[in-house]
């Protein structure tokens, strides 16, 4: 961010008001003028570097001025009625659409006349397009009011006198704060609740991807927090009173004044920019802003919005760590004192259900104490964290920049902690919070508050690490058995879950250089691993893992896995079991730790769907593929099995199977067949579309099942009726019968990624299926959606490749999300005669990733004027916005 360079304006002067004649005419138009004009001025030299405090306090005096003019017009000199700024006024903090709030304050039984003026001075405000917050009341009222409204209580104890009665003002605010009203200890208590009810609603972590500045973790809100704290407990918000009163240390002072002047600074480019008091850094506005702020693209891993970002995320994270700490402290000092105080050991103390160091242990000189004090936070039962006292001793250690964690002894420590797994987890996570692991391994310093600028990652580097770690914690217990009972029982079996936590915490800490992070981040780990003095065998472990975190997930999602040439191939790459368990335990995590959105029953089923079949071919001594004809007789066999009790007769399987290509019983289960088989036996009109709906599939998913004459136009339909239904597809088959019928099943979850459990709109997805394919003409279009909020922002360019894969033409699509784009792509499909035979549908944020098996209408590969005809017509149908797309399309192909 660039440094300020540019004074502020002087404050413009302002003539003087004539007591009681009111703000009328030309003066209000005046007034409203000495605001804008100044406000512009302002804002020119805010883009020119200004300092944004300083413009801030200037604003605040400008507005000021404003009022006492309006006081004194309206009002006059009285000893009735005093106007007081209260809120971000009181602490000289207007940014340029901040609400202005206001506390008149009068007498008991003001008199009529009083009254009347008051009432024309607030009119007048909004004359002068100052928005107040305003309360007009009595001395008693405020006091009764305050001490009932810890808020109302706040806004008191850094108010200040504008204009009026200085006496009446001061019985309000000379003997604030006031322990009458609210004791230190209760008015702490009352705001820790406060603020963990802010933290809740706006998403309980400072890295939410479109944070709040001002009432998120981390905001404005928390960094106020420590001032009005400062007020009650040492008697000034001062940082100097505050350090000499023990709430703060200098290093503190300095950190949050920093952190202060990033978030005014990009406050008040937020409000120039929105033109309203937005208090969200909302997708809408962050490339602006970071162009507005001197951030500039290094290249497509380091944009300059990203810098922006972290730059964000590093004063928020520090302003809530001080806040923490802070909070913390003024328990401590608070409280009542305590006997509850039991030694552990080397100098270290458990107070209660906190940990806390004694003053003969010092971190700067053992820097292996620092390891074990995460350590013994872990395994201590019923501890909730660390006291004050601990946590500034931690942070005086890391600022010593000599401090030499590459001693033996305290990686040994360090190893040892990773070497417990899951329980080692809550230690790793507090290491992280509070920046031990930033010293410990200097490329996660490096992705602290490192955002990635798309909707596909909802968290920050950082946070999403922890996030992996604690849910491979999670596979060990009661919990992840039920959630997830496969991870469950490989997390009992793996031989050292620490190799797991250190693949996790290395998987994504290469995000930001450029280039690729999996090579990068196996580079790091295989050096940190040695640094550790693992053993070659472990470390390759390690490596390897990190290099290939992203194999099962795409290998999973964007390739057939009913074809055992894939799962003999993924079997080659993982070689062996011990290596697929670990492999399969961080993708699971990976996912989850992603977005909250992102792990669904599709996904659960296709990931332990592959490590199944990979585990047996794993199993395999020859490592030959198996048989097709071995493959159709055993799936014939079973399900075959599974229909007997059903009732139906040989005779009658006979005749439906003979219309079922050998295709059908390579790429179905023996449960898909079998469900198939009795609906077309169940079904009475042949001429009509057969359709059918499991709820619950074999993969997790709902089913949808269509049996039918092929027709031009039959998958467009299909989907279009899905996509009316707000249905995703996440994958399809499409398979010709011996006949002139098609087989086709649709895999789709509703809008919130589960399967269709209610009966009732699966009858009416059923029947709309019905409708639609019984008329003439196959006509039904996709709905037409606006694009939400967040996906406007972002822009995937097109990417379109043909390939051949087992005699089909094989077409990838890349491209934006968009709602209706699989119906659409269909439709386009449908235009040109083309024929889908297979479809696996991706979505990863704003991000689609689509693969289509493919032919003519003669079931013959699209030669290369095929190729390009549909590439041009689906350019033309995603709505290609920006030129420059159809240049890089092109060229990549």
Same mark, same amino acid.
């Given at each position: ?14 003539? $003087? ?14 007034? $409203?003028?000495?605001?804008?004009? @100044? ?29 006492? @003019? ?9 000893? &009735?009625?005093?106007? /007081? ?57 405020? $006091? ?53 009810? $802010? ?119 520090? /302003? ?132 990635? @600028? ?7 580097? &950082? ?30 079996? /793996? ?384 709505? /290609? ?13």
């Amino acid at each position: 961010m660039s440094q300020p360079a540019t004074r502020v304006p002087p404050l413009p002067r302002l003539a $003087r008001p004539v007591p009681r004649v009111g703000v009328v005419g030309p003066a209000r138009l005046a007034l $409203r003028q000495y605001l804008d004009d @100044y406000d512009r001025d302002l804002a020119g030299a805010f883009r020119d570097d200004a300092d944004a405090q300083e413009i801030v306090v200037n604003r605040t005096a400008a507005v000021e001025r404003v009022l006492a @003019y309006a006081w004194h017009s309206w009002i006059g000199d009285t000893v &009735d009625a005093s106007l /007081i700024a209260v809120g971000g006024f009181g602490r000289r903090e207007l940014f340029p659409h901040s609400d202005v709030d206001l506390l008149i304050l009068t007498v008991a039984s003001p008199e009529p006349r009083l009254i009347r003026a008051v009432e024309a001075f607030c009119a007048c405000l909004w004359d002068l397009r100052i928005k107040p917050g305003l309360a007009v009341r009595d001395l008693a009222g405020c $006091r009764q009011l305050a001490a009932q409204d810890a808020s109302v209580y706040t806004n008191l104890i850094e108010a200040r006198l504008l204009a009026g009665s200085q006496v009446l003002a001061e019985r309000l605010l000379a003997p604030l704060p006031d322990e009458t009203l609210w004791t230190p200890a209760r008015f702490l208590a009352a705001k820790q609740a406060e603020q963990a009810v $802010r933290h809740q609603r706006f998403g309980d972590t400072a890295y939410n991807l479109e944070p709040q500045l001002k009432e998120g973790p981390g905001g404005l809100r928390d960094l106020q927090l420590v001032g009005w704290l400062g007020r009650v407990v040492a008697g000034s918000a001062d940082p100097v009173v505050m350090v000499e009163a023990g709430l703060l240390d200098a290093s503190e002072s300095d950190a949050l004044a920093t952190a202060r002047a990033t978030l005014f600074r990009i406050r008040y480019a937020l409000h120039l920019l929105a033109g309203r008091a937005e208090e969200r850094l909302l997708f809408d506005y962050q490339r602006e802003l970071a162009r507005t702020l001197g951030y500039r693209d290094e290249h497509a891993d380091n944009l300059g919005v990203e810098q922006f970002m972290q730059d964000y995320y590093r004063a928020a994270r520090r /302003i809530a760590g001080t806040n923490e700490e802070l909070l913390a402290r003024c328990a401590e000092m608070l409280a009542a004192p305590t006997a509850d105080v039991r030694s552990l050991g080397n100098g270290y103390l458990r107070i209660g259900d906190r940990l806390d160091v004694d003053d003969s242990l010092r971190f700067a000189d053992q820097p292996r104490a620092l390891i074990e004090l995460y350590a013994l936070f872990a395994s201590e039962t019923g501890l909730r964290g660390l006291r004050a006292h601990a946590l500034r001793q931690v942070r005086m250690a890391l600022a010593d920049v000599d401090l030499d964690f590459d001693r033996p002894e305290v990686l040994e420590s360090l190893r040892s902690l990773i070497e417990r797994g899951a329980p080692a987890v809550d230690a790793l996570v507090a290491m992280a919070r509070h920046g031990v692991l930033g010293r410990l391994i200097p490329g996660f310093a490096k992705v602290t508050g490192r955002m990635q @600028y798309d909707l596909f990652h909802a968290y920050t580097v &950082d946070e999403h690490t922890m996030r992996v770690l604690r849910f491979i914690a999670r596979f060990a217990t009661e919990g992840g058995a039920r959630d997830f009972p496969l991870a469950h029982s490989l997390y009992g079996r /793996i031989p050292e879950p620490g190799l797991l936590l250190l693949a996790g915490l290395f998987h994504d800490i290469a995000k930001g250089r450029g280039g690729d992070h999996s090579v990068l981040g196996e580079e790091d780990a295989t050096l940190f691993c040695a640094r550790l003095g693992l053993r070659p065998a472990a470390t390759d472990q390690v490596a390897w893992l990190v290099r290939n975190h992203l194999l099962m997930s795409v290998t999973a999602q964007r390739q057939d896995i009913t074809d055992p040439a894939v799962i003999h191939r993924f079997a080659a790459e993982v070689d062996d079991w011990e290596r697929l368990d670990y492999l399969y335990l961080l993708t699971v995590a990976d996912i989850n730790g992603t977005s909250p959105r992102l792990w669904n029953t599709w996904r659960d089923r296709l990931l332990s769907d592959l490590y199944t079949a990979t585990r047996y071919a794993l199993r395999e001594e020859s490592g030959e593929l198996p048989k097709a004809g071995e493959r159709v007789a055993e799936t014939r066999i079973r399900a075959q099995t599974i229909l007997q009790p059903k009732g139906l007769d040989e005779r009658t399987i006979a005749r439906i199977w003979a219309d079922f290509p050998e295709e059908s019983f390579l790429r179905y289960r023996p449960e898909q067949i079998a469900w198939q088989t009795a609906a077309i036996a169940a079904h009475a009109d042949a001429g009509e579309a057969l359709v059918r709906i499991n709820p619950m599939g074999v993969r997790g998913t709902t089913e949808v099942f269509v049996y039918s004459v092929d027709r031009d136009g039959l998958f467009a339909t299909i989907t279009a009726v899905l996509d009316r239904a707000q249905l995703n597809v996440v994958e399809a088959r499409v398979i010709s019968a011996r006949s002139s019928r098609v087989l086709d099943t649709f895999f789709v979850l509703d809008a919130a990624g589960k399967p269709l459990h209610d009966p009732v709109r699966v009858s009416e997805v059923e029947e709309a299926l019905r409708s639609a394919l019984g008329r003439a003409l196959l006509d039904a279009k996709p709905a037409r959606r606006a694009l939400s909020r967040a996906l406007r922002h972002f822009h995937v360019v097109p990417r379109i490749v043909f390939s051949i894969v087992d005699d089909r033409t094989r077409l990838g699509l890349v491209c934006t999300d968009r709602p209706g784009l699989l119906a659409s792509v269909a439709q386009t499909f449908r235009s040109l005669g083309v024929r889908v035979h297979d479809a696996r549908i991706a979505t990863f944020g704003e991000r689609v990733e689509d693969f289509f098996r493919i032919s003519d209408e003669n079931d013959q590969l699209l030669d290369e004027g095929r190729q390009e005809a549909l590439r041009t017509a689906l350019l033309e149908q995603l709505d /290609i916005r920006h030129p420059e797309s159809r240049k890089v399309m092109h060229a990549s192909h």
